[in-house]
């Protein structure tokens, strides 16, 4: 390196902040934390997940910062998607192999829009931890804390229920670990086989006008992969290994800290508990406990912005969580709603470019767009989620810039949470079959047709 150029290195230390550590956030406010009643059993508890193995690699972090490195350049696009809020009840073989399931199924579909490789990462083993708008919950004449996901407390109504209990981030920290060795073990036995797209559940498709299109892109996707076996003479199915990353809402800091880790040969320290950990921006204040936290460690991070981000607190956390600008460190994934994009996210774009580092800009299309039916349901629209996807295409291709990612609630299951669709799902469907305790999610039709309109709108586009 010359003398004139900049020192990039990652890890050099800024003279303007003081010295991290995985608890340095502890001196800052940390909104969204629970009031465990007992310090004592929740120290024990923290120093307990600290001593127990990681739940991934600082080898697997970095090549998925590789990765998306790539897509904020525009050379591969970022597909990450799940539930809302996992549930320690829900971990089991039928439902974790449903959501990968559905998540590969998707990113073939993306492949064939958008002609680049597609990295897949699931909303997906310690998804459990939920930022509230108000900290209790009234019935009557009863108040008790609100539900914080699994890892704080119960759902029940109960005061026992509610009372935030540090076992609970063990049994988080556990049911993590199961799911993550199933989503292992099915990606390395090629438990998606592509060979039989043809199995996908399609039926619904036949309710659409885009039929004809939708068979297209599915005997495409059976044509490539006879394409590649033939000219890499290997069965793709055997060849096996699909890669699925893992992300959660880093909004619980003592689960976070206590999965923070030095690793032999690499500099710095890793959020061992997840692949790509991202702050919600109730959290995001520049000068709060979990800006803090996220500054410090190696992963590749990602921050949510909606209409409330202002190009001041934009700038202040791109120079205080992206200063090197190393490549895929910082994504910011854009919630909006239709019809908001065009007013927003130009300045958003604006704001960047005036940093001069690159980010990966992502598309939340659910968040922004969450409604609630005369019965009091809370739902989403499929064609508002399309729209704001598409507004976003839109927009980023207007500005020069590139959209490289989504980002779904999404599950493998016929759940009925989100109206629209080919079949066109009503607010009285949602009554059916209705399960998630937090936000509604695409079923698997709904999932597998978005990313075929996705597709659709990209090929025609020309992106
Ligand atoms: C979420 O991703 O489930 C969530 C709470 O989103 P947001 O912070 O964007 O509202
Ligand atoms: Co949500």
């Given at each position: 390196?010359?003398?004139?150029?900049?020192?990039?290195?990652?890890?050099?230390?800024?003279?303007?902040?003081?010295?991290?550590?995985?608890?340095?956030?502890?001196?800052?406010?940390?909104?969204?934390?629970?009031?465990?009643?007992?310090?004592?059993?929740?120290?024990?508890?923290?120093?307990?997940?600290?001593?127990?193995?990681?739940?991934?690699?600082?080898?697997?972090?970095?090549?998925?910062?590789?990765?998306?490195?790539?897509?904020?350049?525009?050379?591969?696009?970022?597909?990450?998607?799940?539930?809302?809020?996992?549930?320690?009840?829900?971990?089991?073989?039928?439902?974790?192999?449903?959501?990968?399931?559905?998540?590969?199924?998707?990113?073939?579909?993306?492949?064939?829009?958008?002609?680049?490789?597609?990295?897949?990462?699931?909303?997906?083993?310690?998804?459990?931890?939920?930022?509230?708008?108000?900290?209790?919950?009234?019935?009557?004449?009863?108040?008790?804390?609100?539900?914080?996901?699994?890892?704080?407390?119960?759902?029940?109504?109960?005061?026992?229920?509610?009372?935030?209990?540090?076992?609970?981030?063990?049994?988080?920290?556990?049911?993590?670990?199961?799911?993550?060795?199933?989503?292992?073990?099915?990606?390395?036995?090629?438990?998606?086989?592509?060979?039989?797209?043809?199995?996908?559940?399609?039926?619904?498709?036949?309710?659409?006008?885009?039929?004809?299109?939708?068979?297209?892109?599915?005997?495409?996707?059976?044509?490539?992969?006879?394409?590649?076996?033939?000219?890499?003479?290997?069965?793709?199915?055997?060849?096996?290994?699909?890669?699925?990353?893992?992300?959660?809402?880093?909004?619980?800091?003592?689960?976070?800290?206590?999965?923070?880790?030095?690793?032999?040969?690499?500099?710095?320290?890793?959020?061992?508990?997840?692949?790509?950990?991202?702050?919600?921006?109730?959290?995001?204040?520049?000068?709060?406990?979990?800006?803090?936290?996220?500054?410090?460690?190696?992963?590749?991070?990602?921050?949510?912005?909606?209409?409330?981000?202002?190009?001041?607190?934009?700038?202040?956390?791109?120079?205080?969580?992206?200063?090197?600008?190393?490549?895929?460190?910082?994504?910011?994934?854009?919630?909006?709603?239709?019809?908001?994009?065009?007013?927003?996210?130009?300045?958003?774009?604006?704001?960047?470019?005036?940093?001069?580092?690159?980010?990966?800009?992502?598309?939340?299309?659910?968040?922004?767009?969450?409604?609630?039916?005369?019965?009091?349901?809370?739902?989403?629209?499929?064609?508002?989620?399309?729209?704001?996807?598409?507004?976003?295409?839109?927009?980023?291709?207007?500005?020069?810039?590139?959209?490289?990612?989504?980002?779904?609630?999404?599950?493998?299951?016929?759940?009925?949470?989100?109206?629209?669709?080919?079949?066109?799902?009503?607010?009285?469907?949602?009554?059916?079959?209705?399960?998630?305790?937090?936000?509604?999610?695409?079923?698997?039709e709904q999932a597998l047709e978005m990313s075929m309109l996705v597709a659709r709108g990209l090929r025609s586009n020309g992106d």
């Amino acid at each position: 390196m010359s003398r004139l150029e900049p020192d990039s290195s990652p890890l050099s230390p800024d003279p303007r902040t003081p010295a991290w550590g995985p608890e340095s956030w502890q001196s800052k406010e940390a909104l969204q934390q629970p009031n465990y009643p007992d310090a004592d059993a929740l120290a024990r508890t923290v120093r307990e997940i600290s001593s127990l193995p990681p739940l991934v690699t600082s080898w697997e972090v970095e090549s998925l910062k590789t990765q998306l490195g790539k897509a904020a350049q525009g050379e591969a696009f970022l597909l990450q998607g799940g539930d809302c809020a996992e549930s320690f009840e829900e971990c089991d073989s039928g439902r974790i192999a449903a959501k990968l399931k559905i998540l590969l199924q998707m990113s073939l579909i993306l492949v064939h829009g958008t002609r680049k490789r597609v990295i897949r990462v699931g909303r997906i083993a310690g998804q459990y931890a939920k930022p509230r708008s108000s900290d209790v919950e009234s019935r009557g004449d009863v108040t008790l804390p609100t539900y914080r996901g699994d890892l704080v407390n119960r759902i029940g109504f109960t005061k026992e229920d509610r009372t935030p209990d540090p076992q609970l981030l063990l049994r988080g920290y556990e049911r993590a670990a199961l799911t993550l060795n199933f989503v292992r073990a099915l990606a390395d036995g090629g438990f998606a086989d592509l060979h039989h797209p043809e199995y996908w559940k399609l039926d619904f498709i036949r309710h659409s006008a885009l039929a004809a299109e939708y068979e297209r892109i599915v005997e495409s996707i059976q044509e490539s992969v006879r394409f590649m076996e033939a000219v890499a003479d290997i069965r793709l199915g055997a060849l096996g290994r699909v890669d699925f990353y893992t992300s959660h809402e880093g909004l619980s800091l003592l689960y976070e800290q206590a999965q923070t880790r030095e690793v032999p040969h690499r500099d710095g320290w890793y959020n061992l508990s997840t692949h790509l950990p991202w702050v919600g921006m109730r959290t995001a204040q520049t000068g709060g406990a979990h800006v803090e936290y996220f500054r410090g460690i190696r992963n590749p991070i990602a921050v949510k912005i909606g209409p409330g981000m202002s190009p001041e607190w934009l700038t202040e956390l791109i120079d205080v969580l992206h200063p090197n600008d190393e490549p895929g460190r910082l994504s910011l994934i854009v919630r909006l709603g239709a019809g908001n994009v065009r007013q927003h996210l130009p300045t958003f774009v604006d704001t960047v470019a005036r940093t001069g580092k690159t980010v990966l800009w992502v598309c939340d299309p659910m968040h922004g767009n969450t409604e609630t039916t005369t019965d009091g349901i809370k739902t989403r629209n499929f064609d508002k989620i399309l729209a704001e996807i598409e507004e976003s295409f839109a927009v980023h291709r207007e500005l020069g810039s590139y959209l490289g990612g989504i980002h779904f609630e999404m599950t493998g299951e016929d759940v009925t949470e989100c109206v629209g669709g080919a079949r066109g799902l009503s607010a009285e469907d949602l009554k059916r079959d209705y399960r998630s305790q937090v936000d509604p999610r695409l079923n698997y039709e709904q999932a597998l047709e978005m990313s075929m309109l996705v597709a659709r709108g990209l090929r025609s586009n020309g992106d």
